[in-house]
């Protein structure tokens, strides 16, 4: 995918993920949790549909099963293309829990806990998730452990595009969720009282901010990560190649120092205006995973250059 191309798509999904968080806002009965799509909604179709008469019940059983059943009836269409492996035992798995999160999602009131309907759909939707998102990773780590370097660097291309939108949908779905609700909160919790609440307002737009800038200055970084790939997979002995490996270091240590200096700047903020807010979150970033990434970035634009120089040296000597 080119570069404009993915910006486009990433663009795009920034503004499905606001408004997949507006309407949870606003619907709360349809969009309860992020984890919960498209589950929840499927369920209240089909519940609907079902309700609507004999008929519409007879289609909604009918839906109901072929949905479920689409990942075991994937297995024949596997097993015409390559034999089947173990991985593949959790598709069958997979229709069962398919079967158990849809039909309680249609009926949650079947399940008797404490919690709320949001929390049920929530962890039922983690459920599903988890089974398919195991199923892709040990496919990956197959088709990673036996692929060769040209097919390595595609499926790294493929796995970057990857991080690229699960960072957007982070930044503008699952921390732009957290700012509503905590809006939300902050207006309940001052009923009656919301003389100066506007300080505190700006200041949870300011945290949201912060929260969701380490996750787009990710996607930025990936986009380097994607260029270095391309240059490799022209030659790796060029010099656009060590290029990019010094442009991907030189993106990696600017996003941590704008991490680590918003987060305290942040914080100091909030310390000039503490008798002001109504709300104070105060964190400590210590973005242990971030430095060990640009260590092993640093190392491998280092290798780059020593392999473009020795093979410089070698034709050299031939």
Not at 44 to 58: T, V, Y
Not at 71 to 100: C, G, H, Q, Y
Not at 297 to 304: D, E, F, H, K
């Amino acid at each position: 995918m080119k570069r404009t191309m993915l910006l486009f798509f990433l663009s795009c999904e920034a503004i499905l993920c606001l408004l997949a968080a507006f309407f949870r806002e606003f619907i709360p009965g349809v969009f309860t949790s992020m984890m919960a799509f498209p589950f929840e909604q499927i369920a209240l179709g089909l519940r609907a549909l079902s309700l609507s008469g004999q008929l519409g019940n007879a289609m909604a059983i009918l839906i109901y099963a072929v949905f479920c059943l689409l990942p075991v009836t994937l297995l024949p269409i596997i097993r015409r293309k390559r034999r089947l492996v173990l991985e593949d035992a959790l598709l069958p798995l997979l229709s069962l829990v398919l079967f158990a999160v849809v039909y309680l999602m249609i009926n949650p009131g079947f399940i008797r806990t404490p919690a709320s309907i949001a929390a049920v759909k929530s962890f039922l939707g983690t459920v599903a998730w988890s089974v398919i998102a195991k199923y892709f990773l040990l496919r990956v780590l197959r088709l990673f452990y036996t692929a060769d370097v040209p097919r390595l660097q595609k499926y790294m291309t493929v796995l970057l595009h990857g991080l690229a939108v699960l960072f957007v949908s982070i930044a503008f779905g699952v921390c732009f969720g957290d700012f509503l609700n905590a809006i939300g909160a902050l207006r309940a919790g001052n009923t009656g009282s919301e003389d100066g609440l506007w300080v505190s307002y700006i200041f949870l737009g300011l945290q949201y901010l912060v929260n969701a800038l380490p996750y787009v200055l990710d996607a930025w970084v990936v986009f380097a990560g994607i260029r270095l790939l391309t240059e490799l997979q022209a030659n790796r002995y060029s010099q656009a190649a060590v290029d990019a490996a010094q442009n991907l270091s030189q993106r990696c240590c600017k996003a941590l120092i704008i991490i680590v200096v918003t987060s305290v700047g942040f914080n100091l903020l909030q310390l000039a205006f503490v008798n002001s807010l109504r709300v104070i979150s105060a964190t400590v970033q210590v973005p242990i995973p971030s430095i060990a990434f640009l260590l092993a970035v640093l190392l491998l634009a280092q290798y780059i250059g020593e392999n473009k120089q020795l093979k410089e040296d070698n034709d050299l000597i031939v």
